[in-house]
C-alpha cells in the first residue's frame, strides 16, 4: 500500500500530498506533534522521546499498516495510519469485507487546523486509498466524544454505521464506500473534486446509531 500521492483542491487552491514516513526523517516533528495537547487528549502519546520513538518503531514494523506524513502546499502539517481491517482488532468487533481499509490521523500544525483543511485533507487521504480498487470500503473509529472529527467525516462522504465498546474507547463506526465518495469527488488523477461538483449535502444520509 505505501506510495506517494499529491492531489490539487480547487476550492481551496491548495495541493495535498501524502508520503511514506521514515523514522530518521520524521520522529522529530511526530513527537512536537504528539506532545500538542489537543492531540494527547485523544491519542495519549505525550510521553518521553524514548518511549514515543519505541512506539513509533512498533507501529513501522506492524505489517497491516502503512505510515503516512502529509503535507499541505509542501508543508508537513499531518500524520497518517491506513490499514487492513481484516488483519486489525477491530474485525473481531464490526461486519467488515475483504479489502476494507481504516484510518487513523492527526492534523499537527495548529494553522491548518479547522474545516478548510482538515476536512480537504481527510478527502485527499480517502481518495489515495481508493486508488487500491479492491477496496470498496475505508472505516474510521474516532471517539463518539471527538465531535469535530465526527463532522468532518460526514463532510466527506462517511456514514456512521454503528457504535462499539472497544478496550481504549467507545468509537463510531464511520464508513466511507467507494460508489458513495465518487458521487462527490473525481476519478480523476491529481485532482480532489469533480468539475462540476455542487453542494453535495452528505449530512442529508447520516445514519444514525
Not at 495537547?37 to 518511549?51: F, G, H, M, T, V
Not at 480537504?120 to 481518495?127: D, E, H, L, R, V
Not at 480498487?133 to 456514514?159: H, M, W
Amino acid at each position: 500500500m505505501r506510495s506517494e500521492f499529491e492531489v490539487y483542491n480547487d476550492k481551496n487552491n491548495a495541493y495535498y500530498s501524502f508520503r511514506p514516513l521514515s523514522f530518521e526523517k520524521d520522529f522529530d516533528i511526530y513527537s512536537k506533534w504528539m506532545n500538542q495537547p489537543y492531540i494527547a487528549q485523544w491519542w495519549n502519546l505525550n510521553k518521553s522521546r524514548d518511549e514515543q520513538a519505541k512506539k513509533l518503531i512498533s507501529e513501522l514494523e506492524d505489517s497491516h499498516q502503512d505510515l503516512y506524513i502529509g503535507f499541505i502546499d509542501g508543508k508537513p502539517v499531518s500524520y497518517w495510519e491506513r490499514y487492513w481491517l481484516k488483519d486489525d482488532v477491530l474485525s473481531q468487533h464490526i461486519k467488515t469485507e475483504p479489502y476494507d481499509q481504516g484510518l487513523h490521523f492527526l492534523i499537527g500544525e495548529t494553522d491548518y487546523l479547522g474545516r478548510i483543511h482538515t476536512s480537504a485533507s481527510i478527502g485527499a487521504f480517502t481518495k489515495m486509498v481508493f486508488e487500491d480498487s479492491r477496496t470498496q470500503n475505508l472505516i474510521g473509529e474516532p471517539d463518539v466524544r471527538n465531535v469535530k472529527v465526527l463532522r468532518y467525516a460526514q463532510e466527506n462522504c462517511f456514514e456512521k454505521r454503528e457504535v462499539v465498546e472497544l478496550p481504549e474507547r467507545t468509537s463510531a463506526i464511520m464508513v466511507c464506500s467507494r460508489e458513495r465518495f465518487f458521487e462527490k469527488f473525481s476519478r480523476q488523477s491529481g485532482r480532489l473534486y469533480k468539475a462540476n461538483a455542487r453542494g453535495f449535502n452528505s449530512q442529508a444520509a447520516v445514519v444514525q446509531p
